[in-house]
């Protein structure tokens, strides 16, 4: 993956992150935003998903997410709440 998009994707992230305030959906429509971004076919091969489970709304496991964030060459942490 291009150090820029890497980037951009770390960036967009960490702002949806931030302004989320704790919504789920929010969350996961940014990550499925990345994830198109990059391409749903090549985020299905890197995470061995089907490539039409990665369409589907709603609430993603915790794994489908760890597993869509490796992908992107990404990974979940955990900071102090302000």
């Given at each position: 993956?291009?150090?820029?998009?890497?980037?951009?994707?770390?960036?967009?992230?960490?702002?949806?992150?931030?302004e989320a305030d704790g919504?789920?959906?929010?969350?996961?429509?940014?990550?499925?935003?990345?994830?198109?971004a990059k391409g749903f076919?090549?985020?299905?091969?890197?995470?061995?998903?089907?490539?039409?489970?990665?369409?589907?709304?709603?609430?993603?496991?915790?794994?489908?997410?760890?597993?869509?964030?490796?992908?992107?060459?990404?990974?979940?942490?955990?900071?102090?709440a302000a």
């Amino acid at each position: 993956m291009p150090s820029i998009f890497k980037a951009k994707s770390e960036w967009h992230l960490q702002t949806c992150f931030e302004e989320a305030d704790g919504d789920a959906g929010v969350i996961a429509a940014a990550i499925g935003h990345v994830a198109k971004a990059k391409g749903f076919s090549q985020i299905a091969k890197d995470t061995g998903l089907a490539r039409e489970a990665l369409y589907m709304g709603g609430n993603p496991s915790l794994q489908t997410t760890l597993l869509v964030l490796k992908a992107l060459g990404l990974q979940l942490t955990a900071t102090k709440a302000a």
